[in-house]
């Protein structure tokens, strides 16, 4: 089966400033992929990318076979780490916005997590902690059947007690044969649910390989490689 | 999809301008009775009352008018370059269908808003007097709209027709090139769009008045009776010139816009 993302010799820059260069990368389907690195590494840059955010200075990326268009972002759930929810909305105006434009989205997934969160369809997102917000936007994210689900720092933001949830969300909703690629620099809260690894520093990959490769042939935690890797 | 990002635009602009053009209404209402007081009993009381209305009046129309564009500019600028934009833009929509659904809400703002301020006009004044008054104005204004195009009634008519087409889209696809242009800038996006929008303004103003130099020319008329006044008129060379320059520029702002939502995309 051909990868759900490759990358090839894929390189952006900011005007002088290089953010990821020659990235050669192959996501396999059904797997979750920790995309690692300290910050500024050129996580979000390349989770950009496969979102159509910004335009490669140079290389190719293919989603599904295909550069990313509208066909690919029928089939990629993106999660950015910022809130994108306009505060005038409630929950079902932004559900059904999501349901409008996104044929993959399960609206009762969507109303099923909610009501598991304490959060009512009639709620303004006006009156939402950042914390509710992040969650809402996480529950539309995973409410959708995506082939490849991209989450860029999808814990940063709240309480390590929501954290267990919003992990635990994000494995219960996933299909077998999706890929999550999980971009993130919490380890130890990510660590147990990684099939694969892929360390990034300085916008180049450093390491890509599998949670118990480290585990059994390194006698490490990812958690623990990472501290040595990036230690300053 | 076109037809979804239409109606969820909508949706998201329409509240706050119905809520601003329904108050211009509203104030029309006292408006009528203030100015049947002031014509029919005169006084320093009613006559302060009728000239504060009618400054309140004229500012609330400026006012409503200026707030419709800034809002609906505003609404393009945030909802495309913000935040939001990490949402709008990977939703499975063309760059060309963000642009349209924008631009046909704009257009029937433009239109409602020409609408409300008239039918508001026609609450204050109306009456069996200024009905007629109106009616040889309008009148005067189709014998002056069929006369100013050098060559046919009809010529006239299909020229403003058009004219009038392009300049809509010439004035919303400059505030819409604009405001992409500021989003190439690393900060101070919000000056460079109102400084791409004001350079925009000074460079066509320039080449307008180029192009009237160059098809001016002088001719004498007769009016009234029998004076003969040698005056500068444009010729129809002009108009079509006109037409096809800002015809031109519209399509630059619409592309440019595009190429910038496609290819340059900036989100912070």
Redesign the interface.
């Known amino acids: 089966m051909s990868p759900i993302l490759e990358c090839r010799n894929l390189s952006k820059s900011y005007g002088n400033k290089t953010a990821l260069s020659n990235i050669n990368l192959s996501l396999e389907r059904g797997k979750i992929v920790g995309l690692l690195g300290p910050n500024g590494s050129g996580k979000t840059t390349l989770i ?1 990318l496969i ?5 490669p200075t140079a290389g190719e990326l293919l989603i599904d076979g295909k550069p990313p268009s ?2 690919t ?2 089939i ?1 759930s ?1 999660l ?1 780490e ?5 505060d ?1 909305m409630n929950v079902t105006d932004i559900i059904n ?1 999501f349901a ?3 044929e993959d989205f399960d609206r009762s997934r969507a109303y099923d997590m909610l009501s598991s969160l304490g959060i009512e369809p009639g709620d303004r997102l006006k009156t939402m902690s950042k914390g509710t917000k992040e969650k809402v936007q996480l529950i539309l994210v995973m409410s959708r059947r995506a082939k490849l689900y991209c989450l860029d720092e999808p814990i940063a933001g709240v309480d390590p007690a929501a954290r267990d949830y919003i992990l635990s969300t994000i494995i219960n909703n996933y299909a077998e044969d999706a890929t999550l690629f999980i971009s993130t620099h919490l380890i130890s809260d990510v660590e147990n649910i990684l099939d694969d690894v892929i360390f990034l520093q300085n916008g180049q990959i450093t390491l890509t390989s599998s949670v118990d490769e480290i585990r059994y042939k390194q006698g490490k935690s990812v958690d623990g490689l990472f501290r040595e890797v990036f230690r300053c | ?1 076109l037809a ?1 990002l239409f ?2 635009e909508w949706k ?1 602009v329409s ?1 706050l301008l119905l809520l601003i053009h329904g108050a211009l209404l509203v104030f029309s209402f006292p408006g009528r009775i203030i100015i049947s007081m002031a014509s029919s009993n005169t006084g320093d009381y009613v006559d302060i009352i009728f000239a504060f209305y009618i400054l309140f009046y004229v500012l609330g129309i400026v006012l409503v008018a200026f707030m419709t564009y800034l809002y609906l500019a505003r609404r393009f600028m945030s909802n495309l370059f913000s ?5 709008m ?6 760059p060309a269908q963000h642009l349209w659904s924008k631009f046909f809400v704009f257009v029937i703002w433009m239109i409602i808003d020409l609408i409300v301020i008239g039918l508001s006009l026609i609450i204050l004044f109306l009456n069996k007097e200024t009905l007629s008054e109106l009616q040889s104005f309008m009148v005067n204004l189709w014998d002056a709209f069929i006369t100013s195009f050098n060559s046919s009634p009809v010529g006239n008519v299909f020229y403003w027709m058009l004219s009038c087409i392009v300049s809509v889209f010439y004035s919303i696809f400059s505030i819409y090139f604009s405001i992409c242009i500021g989003s190439l800038c690393k900060t101070h996006k919000v000056l460079g769009s109102l400084g791409t929008f004001i350079g925009i303004g000074i460079v066509t103003s320039i080449i307008s008045s180029i192009l009237m130099m160059i098809f001016q020319y002088t001719t004498t008329v007769t009016s009234g009776l029998s004076t003969a006044v040698t005056t500068q008129v444009m010729g129809d060379a002009y108009y079509l010139v006109t037409l096809v320059f800002n015809l031109l520029l519209a399509l630059g702002f619409y592309f440019g816009s595009h190429y910038i939502l496609s ?3 900036n ?1 912070q």
């Open positions: 950009k979102n159509q955010l910004l335009v509208v066909a972002k029928k990629v993106y950015p910022r809130t994108y929810l306009n005038w916005f409008d434009f996104y | 999809m979804k109606k969820h998201a509240i935040d939001e934009g990490y949402l833009h990977t939703l499975p929509v063309t290819k340059k995309l989100l």
